[in-house]
């Protein structure tokens, strides 16, 4: 089992940012990709980002390109998303997953593991 637990959510203006943080425990897999989801009010969990653990490569929806970016410390065994020029479209509750594969799927059924989520709440 791995245990994934976020935080960093809040409140902020439009235009502003904030740093999300995952911290992973548990059981460790030698090939596994960390990603990020949202699920705004009344719409369908979305897919965000997400990295490989080994290697680093990631992949970004869209919406959050050149805005978005996401790291991890392998030695601290965290995710981290700094979401830069928020806008209020990306208010949602943020959720971090691990899933146990090769590549940098963006389904969400591919993910085995999920937090519990954070509010990120950007106000105009």
């Known amino acids: 089992q791995v245990q994934l637990v976020e935080s960093g959510g809040g409140l902020v203006q439009a235009g502003g940012s904030l740093r999300l943080s995952c911290a992973a425990s548990g059981r460790t897999f030698s090939s596994i990709t960390m990603g990020w989801f949202r699920q705004a009010p009344g719409k369908e969990r979305e897919f965000v980002t997400a990295?490989?653990?080994?290697?680093?490569?990631?992949y970004y929806s869209d919406s959050v390109k050149g805005r978005f970016t996401i790291s991890r410390d392998n030695a601290k065994n965290t995710v981290s998303l700094q979401m830069n020029s928020l806008k209020p479209e990306d208010t949602a509750v943020y959720y971090c997953?691990?899933?146990?594969?090769?590549?940098?799927?963006?389904?969400?059924?591919?993910?085995?593991?999920w937090g519990r989520g954070t509010q990120v709440t950007v106000s105009s």
């Open positions: 990295i490989r653990w080994s290697g680093g490569n990631t």
């Open positions: 997953a691990a899933a146990r594969v090769t590549g940098i799927p963006t389904r969400q059924a591919y993910y085995d593991y």
